[in-house]
């Protein structure tokens, strides 16, 4: 039987009821600043066992399933609630398989919400197939609410001047629309049915919110975006239709502390660049001339000219290239510049 009454724990808010009905009695208009759901997918749950090579002994009973014909009205009515809670600027994620990803995209088209990306999660050991190829992916759907900023942390794992060993930047990697992160298998656990990876909400939330913002999940499932959102440091709320499956998750909430992941995540090494996107002055662009014709008659490298010159006026090294492609044509119009290198 479900409750209207929510659980509070460590300041989240867990309510077992429908999410629709859920979000109109609890959640104000404007109020939620991100939200990351994984919504059934509609493909007949009872019978994964006979696609995945797992032991369905440790699979939670009560999972709740959408029957295809009802899918499109179905994802309409959450996703019209999820548009009117969202603050203006607020985001939203949405995991989805193929099956009925035309009825979310269809749902999604029919709100204010613009898409901000098109994510794609690829995991390992996809489902077994012999005549066809293997299924290895999920989408991810990230779309924003217009009207306000969105929060988009974009150095919250790694700096934009970090560099790995063979000098590839690990933050634009980090940041490709094709996420590598495998499935959790859990031997010997419970689980439910479609349970996500630890991992993979706690970057949404990482690029997405800050300490202290309100995330939302309206299935909560395996209860995912609550933990990572509890570790993070950030406030809660989740709705969860199955009673079997709330109480089943409840226990496993409250052993958690809150901010649990924040010793845990990667502390990015942030650049000193502090007039990045900054419009440039006449007085900065006079000083990169004297300090790039004083470095290059020193005989310093390109990458020593970067560091120098971004440490002296704060500045990115795509900025410092660009600006100094623009002096060194104005000065030889003839010359061809190469676009990676301020060297010639």
């Known amino acids: 039987m479900v409750s209207h009454e929510p659980v509070f724990i460590h300041g989240a808010a867990l309510y077992n009821i429908d999410c629709v009905e859920g979000a109109r009695r609890h959640l104000q208009d404007g109020s939620v600043d991100l939200i990351f759901t994984d919504p059934p997918y509609g493909i007949q749950s009872d019978r994964l066992h006979l696609h995945y090579n797992r032991d369905e002994g440790y699979v939670l009973d009560g999972y709740v399933e959408v029957r295809k014909e009802e899918y499109a009205e179905f994802s309409e009515r959450w996703i019209k609630e999820a548009e009117r809670v969202l603050r203006p600027g607020g985001s939203l994620y949405v995991v989805s398989g193929y099956t009925h990803l035309y009825e979310i995209l269809h749902a999604l088209r029919k709100t204010s919400l613009r898409e901000v990306n098109h994510l794609v999660w690829r995991y390992s050991f996809g489902v077994f197939t012999k005549r066809k190829y293997i299924s290895s992916h999920y989408h991810i759907l990230f779309y924003e609410k217009p009207g306000g900023e969105r929060t988009f942390n974009a150095e919250s794992r790694f700096g934009f001047s970090e560099r790995s060993e063979d000098g590839r930047s690990p933050n634009s990697t980090d940041r490709e629309d094709v996420w590598m992160i495998n499935r959790e298998y859990k031997p010997g656990r419970q689980k439910n049915r479609n349970e996500l990876p630890i991992e993979l909400v706690t ?5 997405s919110s800050r300490e202290g913002d309100l995330i939302c999940d309206f299935f909560l499932g395996g209860f995912t975006t609550a933990k990572a959102a509890i570790g993070l440091g950030r406030r809660f709320v989740g709705f969860e239709l199955s009673p079997e499956i709330f109480r089943a998750r409840i226990d496993e909430i409250r052993s958690l502390e809150e901010g649990w992941l924040l010793p845990k995540v990667r502390k990015p090494h942030l650049s000193s660049h502090v007039n990045r996107h900054k ?18 008659e020193q005989g310093c490298s390109k990458k020593e000219i970067l560091e120098i010159t971004g440490r002296e006026l704060g500045r990115g090294r795509w900025g410092l290239e660009r600006a100094i492609r623009r002096f060194i044509k104005k000065k030889n119009p003839n010359i061809e510049v190469d676009t990676d290198s301020p060297d010639k």
């Open 203 to 207: 970057k949404a939330l990482q690029y």
């Open 279 to 296: 419009r440039w002055t006449e007085g900065e662009r006079v000083r990169l001339k004297e300090l790039y014709s004083s470095l290059k």
